[in-house]
């Protein structure tokens, strides 16, 4: 699975952005595709992810309300819908798939085996 990440830039706070992940190679109905960032100095976090089969989602509290993850099936991508973006949220944002992710792992990096390269998102105050 190759994955392509886009979307990221420069915004002020208060605004938004759409990062977009497209897949390529198999994709599988038990597949959860979605997002983590990086910041300067900080661990890779969860951000959102979505489920392949039946659209289930999952958010971090610090994005719940503001993010909202979606796919389009046939051009097997998923998008980040970013708005009332915070300087907090600068980051590097991975796109991520995983395989048969239990829900009491969808958080958890280790869960995900293929990366994409990450695209930078910097929020200025």
């Known amino acids: 699975v190759q994955l392509q990440a886009s979307g990221g830039g420069l915004v002020q706070a208060g605004g938004s952005l759409r990062l977009s992940c497209a897949a390529s190679?198999?994709?599988?109905?038990?597949?959860?595709m979605g997002w983590f960032r990086q910041a300067p100095g900080k661990e890779r976090e969860f951000v959102a992810v979505?489920?392949?089969?039946?659209?289930?989602?999952y958010y971090a509290d610090s994005v719940k309300g503001r993010f909202t993850i979606t796919r389009d099936n046939a051009k097997i991508t998923v998008y980040l819908q970013m708005n009332s973006l915070k300087p907090e949220d600068t980051a590097v944002y991975y796109c991520?798939?995983?395989?048969?992710?239990?829900?009491?792992?969808?958080?958890?990096?280790?869960?995900?085996?293929?990366w994409g390269q990450g695209t930078l998102v910097t929020v200025s105050s």
């Open positions: 190679g198999r994709t599988f109905r038990s597949d959860t």
């Open positions: 979505i489920r392949w089969s039946g659209g289930s989602t």
């Open positions: 991520a798939v995983g395989a048969r992710v239990i829900s009491s792992t969808v958080t958890m990096s280790r869960s995900y085996q293929y």
